[in-house]
């Protein structure tokens, strides 16, 4: 993701730089997975294609497409920024629980109490819609917003010529 980062950041061609910050989005699916969020993977690999799809049109609709000069500030933010992630990053990996260990107690919760705290026969159902009904709200406004901006870049009605 680093590497795609500085590249995407470094490249004068800009439709090469997009294809770069979609290589970032994919390892932030991968790192999802990695951390066992599988849910925040689809949003982010579903965000991901929408967005890269939205920056191609939008580049593609533009006739001349401006190069930024490149100069030794732009460089040392982003080397900045790493060195923070990088720090914040390692961190976060102590604080994982070691392989074998439980990650998630409150599951013992769901299967115990889920019918009797919910009402719903479908225990996923239950979980999803009921303890968990913010994150899958906040999860569906983003799909939303998505293909709201793609259907705005892509619409050909009310488009000037």
Do not use: C, H
């Not at 049109?57 to 533009?62: E, F, K, Q």
């Not at 080397?79 to 998630?104: E, H, N, Q, R, T």
């Not at 009402?119 to 009904?133: E, K, Q, T």
């Amino acid at each position: 993701m680093i590497i795609g980062a500085v590249i995407a950041v470094e490249l004068k061609d800009l439709l090469g730089a997009i294809v770069a910050v979609g290589a970032v989005g994919l390892g932030l699916a991968a790192a999802f997975l990695f951390l066992q969020a599988p849910d925040l993977s689809i949003v982010q690999i579903v965000v991901e294609i929408l967005a890269l799809i939205i920056l191609i049109r939008a580049v593609g609709l533009t006739e001349k497409s401006s190069v930024r000069k490149s100069n030794w500030v732009s460089p040392a933010l982003a080397l900045m920024f790493i060195a923070v992630l990088l720090v914040f990053a390692y961190k976060a990996l102590l604080d994982i629980p070691g392989f074998g260990s439980p990650i998630l107690k409150v599951s013992q919760r769901y299967l115990f109490q889920g019918l009797k705290e919910t009402g719903a026969a479908n225990l996923v159902s239950a979980i999803i819609l009921d303890y968990r009904a913010l994150d899958t709200l906040g999860e569906a406004t983003i799909l939303f917003t998505a293909v709201i901006g793609v259907l705005a870049v892509i619409r050909k009605i009310g488009r000037k010529k």
